[in-house]
């Protein structure tokens, strides 16, 4: 059984809405319907899914901010629900935009903070506030304000907060948003170094270059519900997408690309091909289609 698992997760939001001056009518939002998730110790699963699919609100029930209305979930064997405590423990949260933190108090002084909130004793929370402020790449700024910090270092601030009581569980809700590419680079980089140190992540992005880039496996989100989940390569196939070989050849002074779908097999007999037919070969490769291909197709978008 994996690290972290959801079982049938349903979340159900009722709302009032206005419609004309006077009158409104309730709205029922099937945020999640029925989910099921599960994350190997020390992997990353990717949740991607378009605006409104539910993504957020399974992050909050496992960072147990919120009460499922059906089925069960478990992080490190604790129940999210019965044993919130325990989770919390062992769970690491950022959420996007992030309004936990204070605009006058340095970035050490909010991780102070947060530590303190968490029973750390100030000696210990700025040991360990100066630490991750150093893996974040935040320590030359750790005692400026929050409110001079740009959108990038306030997203590391976020993670470093996320790490302040050292989770083995890490809940990234879009953590790269909002940030410019150097910005997010780093922030994959950490993201990676956290991979490294063995702790598991659910993760979520609509930069599908990054989900591929990072994750284990991804889980494709629509509506409530889980539409396909598994390994990267695994998924691709599912959706009925398979590696491409691709031969770039020079054939009587005249440069081609032969491709074919197929995978080693069909490489080694483009190559094969092109030498039969008297051309030299110039490069030869297995393209995997990008995920956001995939995604794109399984959401009906082409
Ligand atoms: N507190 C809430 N009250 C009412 N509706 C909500 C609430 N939180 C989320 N929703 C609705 O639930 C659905 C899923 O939202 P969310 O989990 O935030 O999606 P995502 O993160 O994938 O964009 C959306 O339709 C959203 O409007
Ligand atoms: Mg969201």
């Known amino acids: 059984m994996g690290f972290v698992v959801g079982a049938g997760l349903r979340k159900r939001f009722v709302s009032r809405e206005r419609v004309g001056f006077l009158r409104s009518r309730v709205r029922v939002v099937e945020a999640l319907a029925g989910v099921d998730v599960e994350i190997g110790r ?63 108090l340095s970035g050490v002084e909010n991780l102070v903070y947060y530590g303190m909130l968490y029973g750390m004793g100030r000696r210990d929370a700025r040991r360990r506030a100066l630490e991750l402020l150093e893996l974040v790449g935040l320590y030359e700024a750790r005692d400026r304000p929050f409110e001079e910090y740009s959108s990038g270092m306030r997203a590391r601030l976020g993670l470093a907060k996320a790490l302040m009581h050292n989770p083995e569980f890490l809940l990234l809700d879009e953590p790269t948003v909002g940030i410019d590419p150097v910005g997010a680079r780093r922030v994959r980089e950490i993201i990676r170094e956290l991979k490294r140190e063995g702790r598991t992540i659910l993760f979520t992005s609509h930069n599908l270059y990054e989900v591929e880039e990072l994750s284990d496996e991804v889980a494709l989100i629509v509506g409530g519900r889980v539409v396909a989940r598994g390994p990267l390569g ?29 995978g080693g097999g069909a490489l080694a007999e483009l190559i094969r091909e092109a030498h039969d037919g008297g051309c030299t070969v110039l490069e030869a490769y297995v393209r995997e289609p990008p995920l956001e291909e995939v995604v794109v197709r399984a959401l009906g978008g082409a």
């Open 42 to 104: 020390g992997r990353l699963l990717s949740l991607v899914g378009p605006n409104g699919a539910g993504k957020t609100t399974l992050v909050r029930i496992f960072a147990t901010l919120l009460l499922p209305d059906g089925g069960r979930a478990w992080v490190g064997g604790f129940d999210v629900v019965a044993e919130a405590d325990r989770v919390r423990k062992i769970t690491g949260l950022m959420l996007y935009p992030d309004r936990g933190f204070f605009g006058r």
């Open 234 to 262: 695994e998924l691709k196939r599912r959706l009925g997408f398979e590696p491409v070989a691709v031969v770039k050849a020079v054939c009587g002074g005249e440069e081609r690309l032969l491709s074919r779908g197929g």
